[in-house]
């Protein structure tokens, strides 16, 4: 069965820093991959989708992922951190039945 | 074009009761698919329905139900609520199947007393 996993339930980084968000994989077939954001008290606004169109895929407020197949990754960057991007974020692969399986959700704190 | 829908936002129920939630998909849309979020189990498939069938379902017991009517509105059923039914219960539609792209509603807060 597909699954997902994001290592570190917790990241921390100063605001201008780099954001790196970790996400890897298990997938039998070429995979539909997503990153989601969630602020509190919100639904899951979507950030951006993998297609095999290109391995780097850019989303929106600056986001951008590299599909690794090698390596079974889907890792989340920003150059930059806002003090705005501090919400969690939550990675998934999309399998049949139209059905999400997401990982654990990694929450994102920019410090001043 | 409107974004997805959810009704209501909140929900205060005591154990034993049962409650409907309703979500409106994105014009167009004809696939929905339901998921709970908790924080101990992150969030978890419930169901999706396309055109009116139910197409796949996840691990919840029978007390979670749901249907979808001719105009790609759904509705989710929670009978015989626990205290551990407490949960944002999130909607998202997509066009069709797996391959596209499922946009999610603002969530139902269900509290369980």
């Known amino acids: 069965a597909q699954s997902v996993t994001q290592l570190g339930s917790h990241v921390s980084v100063s605001e201008g820093a780099l954001v790196l968000l970790r996400c890897n994989y298990s997938s039998s077939v070429p995979p539909y991959l997503f990153w989601y954001v969630q602020y509190p008290n919100q639904g899951l606004q979507l950030l951006l989708k993998?297609?095999?169109?290109?391995?780097l895929v850019k989303g929106i407020n600056g986001f951008e992922a590299e599909f690794k197949k090698s390596e079974t990754s889907f890792h989340l960057t920003k150059p930059s951190a806002h003090m705005s991007d501090a919400a969690e974020y939550f990675c998934a692969v999309s399998v049949r039945g139209n059905k999400l399986v997401f990982g654990a959700g990694t929450i994102l704190r920019v410090k001043s | 074009k409107a974004g997805v829908t959810q009704t209501p936002r909140y929900l205060i129920k005591t154990r034993g009761q049962q409650v409907t939630l309703s979500c409106s998909p994105i014009s167009g849309h004809r696939s929905v698919s339901w998921y709970q979020q908790t924080p101990g189990q992150g969030l978890q498939f419930l169901f999706e329905y396309f055109s009116e069938t139910q197409r796949n379902k996840g691990n919840f017991p029978g007390r979670f139900s749901g249907r979808q009517f001719s105009n790609s509105r759904s509705e989710m059923n929670v009978s015989t609520l626990e205290l551990g039914d407490s949960a944002l219960y999130l909607c998202?539609?997509?066009?069709?199947?797996?391959?596209?792209?499922?946009?999610f509603g603002p969530g139902t807060r269900l509290t369980v007393l």
């Open positions: 998202a539609s997509s066009f069709r199947d797996h391959t596209d792209t499922q946009y």
């Open positions: 993998y297609t095999s169109a290109a391995t």
